[in-house]
Nanobody, 124 residues
């Protein structure tokens, strides 16, 4: 059974930092591109960032570029999202996802597996 389990969310003040983790079981993430998406209340799920299988290629949404950093540890079967300089508009449920492709996509429909999400709330 494939599971992606996010953790590390919480409440933080604007300007603060959080580090999200996505631990995978039932699949080997080295065979997958990985992505992070988020969904704010009343809004559609939106792409945040993706990382290729090898970790050599990343692609960030403009809204988080320069503030967020994705990384992966294939040995630990885990993907991370370091979020710095957080803003209230970053408040959302954050989801990690696995795409059986080399580079990944910013289209949520391309992803094969999803985690249950972790809440990030940024207060002003």
């Amino acid at each position: 059974q494939v599971q992606l389990v996010e953790s590390g969310g919480g409440l933080v003040q604007a300007g603060g930092s959080l580090r999200l983790s996505c631990a995978a079981s039932g699949l080997t993430i080295s065979s997958y591109a990985m992505g992070w998406f988020r969904q704010a209340p009343g809004k559609e799920r939106e792409f945040v960032v993706r990382i290729s299988r090898s970790g050599k290629t990343t692609y960030y949404a403009d809204s988080v570029k320069g503030r967020f950093t994705i990384s992966r540890d294939n040995a630990k079967n885990t993907v991370y999202l370091q979020m710095n300089s957080l803003k209230p508009e970053d408040t959302a449920v954050y989801y990690c996802a696995a795409d059986f492709a080399r580079s990944g996509s910013h289209d949520a429909a391309e992803y094969d597996y999803w985690g249950q999400g972790t809440q990030v709330t940024v207060s002003s």
